[in-house]
């Protein structure tokens, strides 16, 4: 320690010292600082009027330490970085990330308190969304595509953008963004294409070079991203389903996930599952999750799947 340092400076590296040493006494600060044990008391006093609360126990365990509420300065992450780190969590299939009484959302919250605000609302954004119980073969886009699709959604502004159909088969989309989702490890964005003029939800990780467009992109004023992503991802299929369920509608909307269709009560006992399915064999392993008797209404091949599925277990327990 030169004699030339400045109180500031001689201030600064106090802090550094209680924060990385607490309870240090003000002997041993004096002797890192290189000066008198009434300068490191100064010093501290120079850092509690600006703000910043430094507590002191007496005693012979006495020392000062970094009280609570210190605001630390901005992290210096990029908006990519801080959407990555909360694409990573989400990822990590931490149910509570979203959650701030839990520790993953308690950690996130802490670092998003102390992002710069035009970094923090992207991934503010993004933070409220959960992935739960991942499909096979999910992929994580990249950081920088999906900060530029939720900043498109947050300013509300239309996109030009890359979609690949295929491998080689790329189309140029005009889209008005209205929300990305997160479900079961894969990302979504829902939109209004204007290529396409109709609705449209588009996977993130096939999206390629997003341009905003300097038009404004207003979404419905009823839009529920959640109930759009299911009801896009239980309609439209090849096969067309019906299925009448022995239960009432809240008792199967607990055993059958709203992807798999629209459940509507046909009375107080009794439920219809509407949907549609390219992969008959698979809809029916999940009509197992139902606890109730049911008969397949609808789809000749869906009822043929579930003979053969009947046949292998009656096998299989013989």
Not at 65 to 83: C, D, K, N
Not at 208 to 232: F, N, Q, R, S
């Amino acid at each position: 320690m030169t004699h030339d340092e400045s109180p500031t400076a001689r201030a600064l590296l106090l802090l550094e010292l209680i924060q990385s040493s607490p309870g240090i006494t003000a002997e041993r600060l004096a002797g890192r600082l290189g000066v008198s044990e009434r300068a490191a008391r100064r010093y501290v006093g120079i850092l509690r009027e600006a703000g910043i609360p430094i507590e002191s126990e007496r005693g012979r365990y006495g020392g000062y330490r970094i009280g609570r509420g210190l605001r630390l300065p901005p992290l210096m992450f990029t908006q990519a970085e801080a959407l990555g780190l909360v694409m990573a969590v989400l990822d990590g299939h931490h149910d509570n990330a979203a959650d701030p009484a839990g520790p993953v959302g308690g950690a996130l919250g802490k670092i998003l308190r102390v992002l710069p605000e035009a970094v923090a609302g992207p991934a503010a954004a993004v933070r409220s969304l959960s992935a739960r119980h991942p499909e096979p073969g999910a992929r994580t886009p990249s950081p920088e595509t999906t900060a530029d699709l939720v900043q498109a959604c947050a300013g509300r502004r239309r996109l030009r953008l890359g979609y690949r159909i295929r491998p080689g088969d790329e189309r140029i989309m005009e889209v008005d963004p209205w929300a990305v989702v997160v479900r079961r490890g894969r990302w979504y964005l829902l939109c209004w294409s204007h290529t396409r003029n109709a609705r449209r939800v588009l996977r993130v990780d096939k999206v390629a070079g997003v341009k905003a467009l300097d038009v404004p992109a207003v979404p419905p004023p009823d839009l529920d991203p959640a109930e759009m992503l299911e009801d896009h991802l239980s309609a439209g299929w090849r096969h067309q389903v019906e299925v009448v369920v022995d239960a009432p509608v809240e008792a199967v909307a607990e055993w059958v996930p709203r992807s798999l269709g629209r459940r509507e009560p046909i009375d107080a006992t009794t439920t219809r599952l509407v949907g549609s399915t390219d992969e008959p064999d698979w809809y029916v392993r999940q009509l197992t999750a139902i606890r109730a008797p049911f008969r397949i209404v609808g789809s000749r091949e869906l009822r043929e799947a579930a003979e053969a599925l009947g046949r292998r277990l009656l096998q299989a327990g013989s």
